[in-house]
């Protein structure tokens, strides 16, 4: 089974461009997570989707940030414009709490963003 | 409202000594708790995960852990380091309302 898959995994771009990440879960995961890890920050959770609908969007940073699911089998995360402060790796993660799963994260590889 | 604390965030011990991170959490129901491992350049992966049942769970790479309900405790342990263990260590607790909580997460090197 494909686990999570990210793209791209390296991005470099320079301040004041749009960035789009991309993201597509595990067939059959409901629930959808978008995180930001940094150095500083650890951790963070930015937005999450069940079944396509975003459920708690608090962890977006501001205005620039937005994520779309317009189906079950794929997530965007844009940045627009762009900033160096929002260098970081971001993360995509899948779950589903059907049938009493535990709702175990899977999580993608990554997508490295450097913004000059 | 649940949180995990994770003691130390850098942890180093030499190859062959016993490895200890230590998760404490907070719940208001009894919760389902895990650990994650993230290799450098890499996702997080699930290393183990408590959920219902025996105390001491056994994960991948011959870690476990064992659940302490009285303690609130799940702390993550390896009898013997080697060196591939080094990377960064989070735990997590779910109290299967909201997404998991992460703890700050333990970077745990190994010296040859």
């Known amino acids: 089974d494909a686990g999570v898959i990210q793209s791209p995994r390296h991005e470099v771009t320079e301040m004041g461009q749009e960035v789009t990440l991309r993201c597509k879960p595990i067939?059959?995961?409901?629930?959808l997570f978008w995180y930001r890890q940094t150095m500083m920050r650890g951790l963070e959770l930015l937005i999450y989707?069940?079944?396509?609908?975003?459920?708690?969007d608090s962890g977006m940073p501001e205005d620039r940030f937005s994520a779309k699911m317009p189906n079950a089998s794929f997530s965007t995360l844009k940045i627009q414009p762009s900033e160096p402060r929002d260098s970081a790796v971001y993360f995509c993660?899948?779950?589903?709490?059907?049938?009493?799963?535990?709702?175990?994260?899977?999580f993608g590889e990554g997508s490295r963003l450097t913004v000059l | 409202a649940q949180s995990v604390t994770q003691l130390g965030s850098h942890v180093s011990v030499s190859e062959g000594a016993l490895v200890l991170l230590r998760c404490n959490y907070s719940s208001s129901v009894p919760p389902y708790l895990f650990w994650y491992v993230q290799y450098p350049n890499q996702g997080l992966q699930l290393l183990l995960k408590y959920t219902t049942g025996a105390t001491l769970v056994k994960g991948i790479n011959g870690f476990e852990a064992e659940f302490k309900k009285s303690e609130t405790s799940f702390h993550l342990t390896k009898p013997s380091a080697h060196m591939s263990d080094a990377a960064e260590y989070f735990c997590?607790?779910?109290?299967?309302?909201?997404?998991?909580?992460f703890g700050k997460g333990t970077r745990l090197s190994v010296i040859a």
């Open positions: 989707f069940n079944n396509n609908v975003p459920i708690d």
């Open positions: 993660a899948s779950t589903t709490r059907d049938r009493g799963d535990t709702g175990e994260l899977f």
């Open positions: 067939s059959g995961h409901d629930y």
């Open positions: 997590a607790v779910d109290s299967g309302n909201t997404p998991l909580v």
